[in-house]
């Protein structure tokens, strides 16, 4: 769990090369947590969301509190969780671009257009991890066409590095018009 209260403040933290599996969430961003990087994990088997961010659309009112800006979630393995992203955040939209929902057609993304963020697309052919509504998913990885594992070498870490194996397993797929 990444939050932030007036007792403990995870901010600015990088959660990198973890295999989060078996929790009820993966990870859940709240209370104000903000420019966290969760990057190159594989996110899988949780048994409600492989990330939560809580926020005052959750019915629990334990969780509505919402964390701050500035988190993203690139290049993560979200496969096989009940839903993959859940936010319960209405006030801003999570940036995910850049991972692999278990399927090359993406995520699965039932959301009215636009939805309360003002993301104008969904993806309801989506045949890899449910997403909610303020979710940015696209573009995402295609990682059928990678060798090796490669899209998860960068050097050295997203935001800012050069992938090492490049141009032989990166296959980015956004299929907005």
């Known amino acids: 769990m990444i939050h932030a209260s007036p007792f403990n403040s995870v901010n600015k933290s990088i959660i990198r090369n973890n295999t989060l599996h ?5 990870v859940v961003l709240e209370w104000g ?3 966290n990087q969760i990057v190159i994990n594989t996110i899988t088997g949780n048994t409600l969301n ?3 961010i809580n926020g005052a659309l959750n019915p629990n009112a334990e969780g509505q509190e919402p964390p701050g800006t500035g988190n993203v979630d690139p290049f993560n393995d979200i496969v096989g969780n ?4 859940v936010s319960y955040d209405d006030t801003q ?8 929902w278990g399927n ?8 009215g257009i636009p939805d309360v963020c003002g993301l104008g697309y969904n993806n309801p052919s989506g045949l890899g991890d449910v997403l909610s509504q ?14 090796n594992g490669g899209w998860k070498t960068p050097s050295p870490p997203p935001p800012h590095g ?16």
């Open 50 to 52: 492989g990330i939560q």
């Open 22 to 26: 078996g929790n009820g969430s993966g």
């Open 33 to 35: 947590a903000h420019d």
């Open 82 to 85: 009940a839903a993959g992203i």
């Open 104 to 111: 090359r057609t993406g995520p699965m993304d039932t959301k």
């Open 162 to 177: 050069l992938f090492r194996n490049q141009g032989d397993c990166i296959q980015f797929m956004n299929t907005a018009k």
């Open 93 to 100: 939209t999570f940036d995910a671009t850049y991972n692999w």
């Open 134 to 147: 303020c979710v940015d998913y696209k573009p995402w990885l295609n990682k059928d066409l990678c060798k």
